[in-house]
Each structure stands twice: as C-alpha cells, then as structure tokens.
C-alpha cells in the first residue's frame, strides 16, 4: 500500500472520529503545546494584532466550516480500521509521516471510544497509544545509543583469519 494511501486513510480515519477534544492529548509528553497556539515574544503588537485577527468571529463562519463527518462506528467497522491504523503505526518500513497521522486518528479514536463508552474499543486504541509511545522511546534510546558508540569499535566479532600453508 502506497504512503500517500495510508496518509489518507489515516486523515479520514481521525475525520470519522469526529470533533477533537482536550482527552485527545491525554498521552502527549508536553502538555500545552498545540498547532493553534500563538507565542508572542518582546510585545510584538503586529504579531498580538494579526492573531487577533486570526481569532474574530465572522458572520457565516458556520456555513464556512465542514459539516462533522463523524459516523457511526460500530465494532465490525471499526476493528478493520484499528486494525489498518496499527499497520501504519507500528510497520517498519512506514515513513514518519505515515506514523505520526495514524497516531492522530488513533488517539482521536481512543477520545470517541471513551466518550461512546467502548469497551474494545477503548481498549484497542489505548493498546495502540501505549505501543507507539514504546516503541518511539525506544527508538529514541536507540538513536542515543548509536550517536553515542564509537565508530571505530567493530558492531560485531570478526571471524578468524585462516591461512592455507603448503608444505
């Protein structure tokens, strides 16, 4: 399956889900940081009055912003997708972006389930969370690691040299 296809699944996956909210970030390291944040720094006023702006209601917003496509999701759909979403969490080969999407829509997932009340399906998605926030630490370790080894030291045991002597 093609990472543009799996980007896109990932996108309709945390669509379907529906709205986001405050539980989505529950599992986040850094609490506080989110893309609609705005910093300000030295009493920028240019910078205080543009966000400002960016912030004002205008008449007809509603008609503007999409419809919620949150749908029903009963568990005979939402196994499959769970199930996808932790192919492009957890495969190997995926790229990051892949990885970081599907950690989206599975935490979207995880705040649906756990306001429907979805047993499995809370337990599903936490499962999830928890394995990509494993297996991201452990890949940080294991960047450490590697930054941190000698490059001169041999990654493993050199075989015996034999030489072949005629009598």
């Known amino acids: 399956m093609p ?16 709205q986001d909210c ?5 599992f986040d390291e850094t609490d506080g940081n989110s893309e609609n944040s705005v910093e300000f720094s030295n009493g920028d006023l240019e ?9 004002r209601i205008e008449n007809g917003y509603d008609e503007l912003r999409p419809k919620g496509a949150r749908i029903p999701l009963p568990w005979e759909i939402l196994q499959p997708v769970i199930r996808i979403l932790g192919h492009c969490l957890l495969g190997p080969l995926n790229a990051e972006d892949v990885k970081d ?16 009340l979805n047993p499995q ?3 599903a998605t936490r499962s999830l969370i928890q394995l990509d ?12 690691v590697t930054v941190m080894s000698n ?10 040299e034999i030489l072949l002597v005629s009598k």
């Open 3 to 18: 990472s543009w296809s799996k980007l896109d699944f990932c996108k309709f996956a945390a669509d379907w889900a529906g």
């Open 22 to 26: 405050p539980c989505v970030s529950e």
């Open 47 to 55: 910078g205080v009055s543009e966000a400002m702006q960016n912030l």
């Open 101 to 116: 999407a599907a950690s989206v829509a599975v935490k979207r997932m995880y705040a649906r389930a756990s306001h429907e």
């Open 121 to 123: 399906a809370i337990l």
């Open 133 to 144: 926030k494993k297996g991201r630490e452990t890949a940080k370790i294991a960047a450490a």
């Open 151 to 160: 490059v001169n030291t041999p990654s493993k045991a050199k075989k015996p």
